[in-house]
């Protein structure tokens, strides 16, 4: 049998075809994960939509992409679940399994902060040390050197030992991971009342600029200090660990003048 489609049907088929690929496109960029359920949501309303309006042929189209898309449904996700069905708390472990890896290693980096720290304040071995967050520093790397090294005391505490060639300037930290070491920074343009060296006024100056959280050692008194949202202050000995560990937690753009304890 031959099927014969006068102008309005052949126009059906080209609104319907159009539309699905339309809404196919905004749906990958906007939902990903929840996609298939969202594409079997718009292909049965548009295809219901298509037929009380009398666009026949357009709701053949939707009636075929359904299909096509329940079968790769199907294709795609079948080993999903079965495995889901097996043992339904997979997805569950999973993501508390993920969960747990990430606090192990913020911990892990707290305490090798914390020991590098501590030791170049004891030692009064000036540092400074910039852990990026949501505001990429990748333009000021350039001025210093690339490590792409994991954090250990160890290494830090080398990095900033005097006479070594990358103790002068910043280290960048992105994660677990010493981006860059000997890195420079603008300096605050800000009148600072007290002594202040050039370590102080450059972590004051990339907080000024960005939402990273810089350590700064004194090489002078061993004064430990963090500056963050424009705000320069220093922490008590004893109480680093846990002040830097909230910084870490905050989200980007809170105030940080209630995080600080002053003094050492």
């Given amino acids: 049998?031959?099927?014969?489609?006068d102008a309005k049907g052949i126009a059906d088929i080209v609104v319907g075809v159009v539309l699905?690929?339309?809404?196919m496109g905004i749906a990958l960029l906007i939902f990903r994960k929840k996609l298939i359920w969202l594409l079997f949501g718009i292909e049965m309303a548009g295809g219901a939509a298509c037929y009380f309006l009398g666009m026949y042929?357009?709701?053949?189209?939707?009636?075929?992409?359904?299909?096509?898309?329940?079968?790769?449904?199907?294709?795609?996700?079948?080993?999903?679940?079965?495995?889901?069905?097996?043992?339904?708390?997979?997805?569950?472990?999973?993501?508390a399994?993920?969960?747990?890896?990430?606090?192990?290693?913020?911990?892990?980096?707290?305490?090798?902060?914390?020991?590098?720290?501590?030791?170049?304040?004891?030692?009064?071995?000036?540092?400074?040390?910039?852990?990026?967050?949501?505001?990429?520093?990748?333009k000021y790397m350039a001025s210093g050197t690339m490590l792409n090294a994991p954090v250990t005391p160890e290494l830090i505490e080398t990095v900033f030992f005097e006479g070594t060639r990358l103790h002068?300037?910043?280290?960048?930290?992105?994660?677990?991971?010493i981006i860059a070491a000997s890195v420079f920074f603008p300096t605050t343009t800000k009148t600072l009342v007290g002594k202040?060296?050039?370590?102080?006024?450059?972590?004051?100056?990339?907080?000024?600029?960005?939402?990273?959280?810089?350590?700064?050692?004194?090489e002078e008194t061993g004064r430990i200090s963090v500056a963050y949202s424009g705000v320069l202050e220093p922490i008590k000995y004893d109480e680093f660990e846990k002040v830097f560990q909230t910084f870490m937690l905050t989200p980007s753009g809170t105030s940080s003048e209630p995080l600080f304890s002053k003094g050492k």
């Fill in 1 to 5: 049998m031959i099927i014969l489609m």
């Fill in 20 to 23: 699905i690929a339309a809404i």
């Fill in 57 to 95: 042929f357009s709701a053949i189209v939707f009636l075929a992409f359904f299909i096509v898309t329940a079968v790769l449904a199907g294709s795609i996700n079948v080993g999903e679940v079965r495995s889901y069905l097996a043992n339904p708390v997979t997805i569950q472990a999973k993501e």
């Fill in 97 to 138: 399994q993920a969960k747990s890896v990430k606090d192990m290693d913020r911990a892990k980096l707290n305490k090798s902060i914390t020991q590098a720290v501590k030791w170049l304040a004891d030692n009064r071995v000036g540092a400074i040390i910039t852990f990026e967050r949501g505001v990429s520093l990748e």
């Fill in 168 to 177: 002068d300037g910043a280290m960048i930290i992105r994660g677990n991971t």
């Fill in 196 to 218: 202040y060296g050039a370590r102080h006024r450059a972590a004051l100056g990339i907080s000024e600029i960005t939402d990273s959280v810089t350590i700064v050692v004194s």
